[in-house]
């Protein structure tokens, strides 16, 4: 898992609420048993016309969005079904930050274990973003994990909460099999002083 320190990108603004899972990654692509490229059909049914071509009223298909790789959006950002396919598409397209008021609560643990950085901020705080966004051109934020800020260089800065295991585990790449890993030696020790059974 990609560690994530600090980082400055560009930012889409999606000024919708409850934006579910099912429409983060549609169930129809869930078929992939790798967790690579899932990124070209995020958002799919939003971003994309029936006949396939582009929805250019999208917000990442906005010109100013092209390269955005942080999201902000309203409340209750992934709600609705469980599939960690939503977090790995999201991370394939290239976002590596989510900021909004709230989280559903197993999209928000998914993101831990994938290296997706998920921000709480007050409802006015997303506001602001919200009109500062509308106001740039191409609006870009830094998200420092280490000192949990967020900050546009020019008036908007924030602090974030983040429970400290997951924020370490974040700052070290650290996912479930890394953390096992972690261990290799007292569990190869085990193995060594408890043979299988024949």
């Not at 400055?8 to 967790?35: H, S």
């Not at 290239?94 to 998920?118: E, H, W």
């Not at 509308?134 to 967020?150: F, H, K, S």
């Not at 370490?168 to 569990?187: F, K, Q, V, W």
Request: charged letters at 20%.
């Amino acid at each position: 898992m990609k560690p994530f320190t600090k980082h400055t990108g560009v930012v889409a603004a999606m000024d919708r609420a409850n934006v579910d899972t099912d429409q983060i990654i549609p169930k129809q692509f869930l078929k992939r048993i790798e967790r690579s490229g899932f990124g070209q059909f995020l958002f799919f049914d939003w971003r994309f016309h029936e006949d396939g071509s582009p929805n250019a009223n999208f917000e990442l298909n906005l010109p100013r969005n092209a390269s955005a790789s942080i999201l902000v959006a309203r409340r209750n950002f992934g709600s609705g079904s469980s599939r960690e396919h939503a977090v790995w598409a999201i991370d394939d397209y290239g976002i590596r930050c989510v900021i909004a008021p709230s989280f559903a609560d197993i999209f928000y643990n998914n993101c831990f274990k994938n290296g997706t950085l998920p921000i709480q901020l007050s409802e006015e705080q997303v506001e602001a973003l919200f009109q500062r966004h509308a106001a740039n051109p191409q609006y870009t934020l830094t998200v420092d994990l280490e000192n949990c800020t967020v900050n546009d260089g020019n008036g908007f800065e924030a602090t974030f909460q983040i429970e400290p295991f997951r924020r370490h585990c974040l700052l070290h790449g650290l996912d479930d099999i890394s953390l096992t890993l972690e261990n290799e030696s007292m569990i190869s020790a085990f193995e060594a002083a408890h043979p299988a059974l024949a």
